[in-house]
């Protein structure tokens, strides 16, 4: 039982390139989550997922894009990568149905030069 | 009125002390309230959770105090040990809808041996 798997763990960019994370869970959640952490910020959410299909925006939105196609994937895009988007980002699910834990992954590490 | 305030930033303390971290929000429909427990290249951990019919929670040396009227919470940690040392988030939920958590900045902890 792996939990919530994130890919890649590690990345540079250059500023203009466009990358995807990918997230994913095996405990059959249906919520899930992307949140970006920061120095002094905490963990602030980028968009969000309550079922297959449907993507919501969170906190802090702007220049990342998101798709849920399966149940147990969650893709993160940038399109177009800014300095001002380096940071570590954690992937979350949970399944509110059984309990309000929120389990997350352990965290891509982005830095865009 | 979705943030979570959260102080202090850092703390060290002596072993067997006892840290208090402490948090406020402003929006009283949040009706979920966990602290999140983060190693240094981990994911945040569920530590402990508290709900507002209850003043107090313990989960062995952690415990949550929660002042429903002041729209505080707080996480004391009881004889303070070194593998404590972490960072330490709270956070805030709606849990009919979204289920979308919104944290504080997190309070680095330090235990000094």
């Known amino acids: 039982n792996a939990g919530v798997t994130q890919t890649p763990k590690f990345r540079v960019l250059k500023t203009g390139q466009s990358m995807t994370l990918l997230c994913a869970q095996d405990?059959?959640?249906?919520?899930m989550y992307w949140y970006r952490q920061d120095p002094g910020m905490g963990l602030r959410l980028i968009h969000y997922?309550?079922?297959?299909?449907?993507?919501a925006k969170g906190e802090v939105p702007d220049g990342y894009n998101v798709s849920r196609l399966k149940k147990q994937n969650f893709l993160l895009g940038l399109e177009s990568a800014a300095p001002s988007q380096t940071s570590v980002y954690f992937c979350?699910?949970?399944?509110?149905?059984?309990?309000?834990?929120?389990?997350f992954g352990q965290g891509t590490r982005l830095t865009v030069v | 009125q979705q943030q979570v305030k959260q102080s202090p930033q850092s703390l060290i303390v002596q072993k067997g002390g006892i840290p208090i971290i402490n948090c406020a929000y402003e929006?009283?429909?949040?009706?979920?309230f966990p602290w999140y427990q983060q190693f240094p290249g981990k994911g945040p951990a569920l530590l402990i959770a508290?709900?507002?019919?209850?003043s107090e929670k313990k989960e062995g040396r952690f415990t949550i105090s929660f002042n429903k009227s002041a729209k505080q919470f707080s996480l004391h940690i009881m004889d303070s040990q070194p593998g404590d040392s972490a960072t330490y988030f709270c956070?805030?939920?709606?849990?009919?809808?979204?289920?979308?958590?919104?944290f504080g900045t997190g309070t680095r902890l330090k235990v000094l041996a």
């Open positions: 997922s309550v079922g297959e299909g449907t993507t």
């Open positions: 979350a699910s949970s399944y509110p149905e059984l309990n309000t834990e929120a389990f």
């Open positions: 405990m059959n959640h249906e919520y």
């Open positions: 956070a805030a939920s709606i849990t009919s809808g979204t289920y979308k958590y919104i």
């Open positions: 929006n009283t429909a949040f009706d979920y």
């Open positions: 508290i709900r507002p019919d209850v």
